[in-house]
C-alpha cells in the first residue's frame, strides 16, 4: 500500500502536449541513420514572395554554394531575428519547389501547444494555438557539423 505525504510539494501536471495519438510508429535504426542532421548557419531571411506562411532562407551549410530552404515558421520569427542563427538541417531531404521557391533541405523545429489552448478532435492548430521553436546549438559549431 502506498501512502501520500500531505506535506510532501505538490507535483504539477504534465505540460500540455498534442495528443498522444499523433505519435508515429517506431522506425528500424538502419532507416534512422539514412538521415542527414547538420548544422547551418542562416546567412540570409525573407519572407516568401508567394506564400503566407513560409519564410526563404539561406543557409551556410559547410559547402561552397550553401543551400535554400522555405521553413513554415513565419508567424513565429522575424526573418531579420534568424540571421546568424545555427540551426539543425535534414540536409538529405530531396529537394522540392514550394510555391515558385526551392526547398534543399528542412529546418527542424519544436512545436507545443500554448497555455490554454485545447484540441478538439482532428481540428488544425493555429499558430495562435501553438508555439515554434527553431531547433538551435548551445554553443557555435562549424556550419556542416553532422549531428548525431
Not at 501512502?3 to 499523433?22: G, I, K, L, R
Not at 506562411?53 to 522575424?78: H, M, N, S
Request: glycine share 6%; proline share 8%.
Amino acid at each position: 500500500m502506498t501512502t501520500t505525504d500531505p506535506n510532501a510539494p505538490a507535483v504539477p501536471p504534465p505540460a500540455a502536449t498534442e495528443p498522444a495519438s499523433t505519435a508515429l510508429p517506431n522506425i528500424a535504426y538502419d532507416l534512422f541513420t539514412k538521415l542527414d542532421l547538420r548544422v547551418a548557419t542562416i546567412v540570409e531571411a525573407s519572407f516568401h514572395p508567394n506564400a503566407d506562411k513560409l519564410l526563404k532562407i539561406k543557409l551556410d551549410d559547410g559547402t561552397p554554394q550553401g543551400r535554400q530552404v522555405c521553413a513554415g515558421i513565419k508567424a513565429w520569427y522575424d526573418p531579420s531575428t534568424l540571421i546568424g542563427k545555427q540551426v539543425v538541417i535534414v540536409a538529405n531531404l530531396e529537394p522540392r519547389m514550394l510555391r515558385g521557391e526551392v526547398s534543399q533541405g528542412m529546418i527542424l523545429a519544436a512545436s507545443d501547444l500554448r497555455d490554454g489552448a485545447v484540441v478538439l478532435g482532428d481540428a488544425k492548430l493555429s499558430a495562435d494555438d501553438r508555439d515554434v521553436v527553431v531547433l538551435t546549438t548551445m554553443k557555435p559549431v562549424k556550419a556542416g557539423s553532422k549531428v548525431s
